[in-house]
């Protein structure tokens, strides 16, 4: 389904990385315990989303809203705020308790209307903290047909549990409004804007190392160091209409006298099937310590972050291939 002109869109799908933990766990072991992207190759270390581009305006201020919500029910086909607690650990001032939301402006995103959230973290509740939460309020974004009145009271924290399947979490995107201008967070503008994410199923994945690193050369094992090293480069990821310019910063300079001029190709391929492909980089340059180059378009239609190999060679060597990330450009 195309998405609406105006609604957002997930191009990183959250996940958990290790089991869920309670604040008072998490306060203890002081470890960030963040949602990550789904997908281990992404460029984006959180949860991402696109904001349509009107969402940018000058004379109005929005606000991207990630509220935390349950599953569809069975009984009333409605979804509802979900108590345990999701934050920004790193912006605690932007938490909306009540509605258990995060509230973003947008006027903190990029020139492409990307926004990743590599903060956001859900605080699990015990069964006796969920029994004394109270009764589950409708989620205001959920505009699913309401029946409400066949959801029975419960007062044990396990039948809670297990009445709404609180083991298993959603993500909620959407954009906001405050009404008047001293409002503490904004109002959902429009239901129908709202976009969930993938269910996210509590002790389904297996404990990870916190904040893994991504793997930012593709270099072989047990290969001597590269005689150029690299210390920097970017961007990592780029539209698939391509024309991003790429820095890389080297520790030494390419000396093309000495081995020849430089050559950048991108590389995509299946090893499982044997089939790879590669198409040139433009406008390169080599000024001392620093590349430049424009990068290719990317030629086959993909709905996902997609990652090649960025390979650098001059005539008298191989410098250390690096790794790039195709993102697909919106439908809108």
Partial sequence: MRPRSDS?????????????????????????????????????????????????NATEQYYVGIFLVTVLHEKSNCRYIHPYELKDIDHEDRRDQHNNAVWF???????????????????????????????????????????????????????????????????????????????SFPTILNPHLTIYSEEMVEDAEKE????????????????????????????????????????????????????????????YGMPNIGWQTSFPATNIEVKGQMVSFKTPAFPYFINEPTPVKIVLQQKGRMLEALQYFYVPKSSL
């Fill in 8 to 56: 957002l869109e997930i191009i990183a799908q959250p996940c958990y990385t290790s089991k869920l933990r309670t604040l008072k766990d998490n306060l203890k072991e002081k470890r960030r315990n963040t949602l990550k992207a789904k997908n281990k190759n992404s460029p984006f270390t959180g949860p991402t989303i696109r904001i349509p581009k009107r969402y940018f």
């Fill in 105 to 183: 402006p947008t006027e903190d995103e990029g020139p492409d209307g990307i926004k990743s959230f590599p903060g956001l973290r859900i605080d699990k509740k015990i069964e006796q903290e969920v029994k004394n939460y109270g009764a589950l309020h409708l989620f205001d974004g959920d505009y699913s047909n309401s029946l409400n009145n066949l959801v029975s009271e419960l007062t044990s924290g396990r039948k809670i549990v297990q009445e709404y399947n609180l083991k298993r979490t959603q993500l909620a995107f959407t954009i906001g409004t405050k009404i008047n201008v001293n409002d």
């Fill in 208 to 267: 990870t190392v916190e904040d893994t690193k991504l793997t930012e050369s593709v270099t072989q094992p047990n290969l001597p160091p590269p005689e150029c090293p690299w210390y920097k480069y970017a961007p990592r990821c780029g539209y698939t209409t391509g024309e991003e310019e790429v820095l890389i910063f080297y520790k030494k300079k390419l000396e093309e006298n000495t081995y020849g001029n430089l050559q950048v190709t991108f590389e």
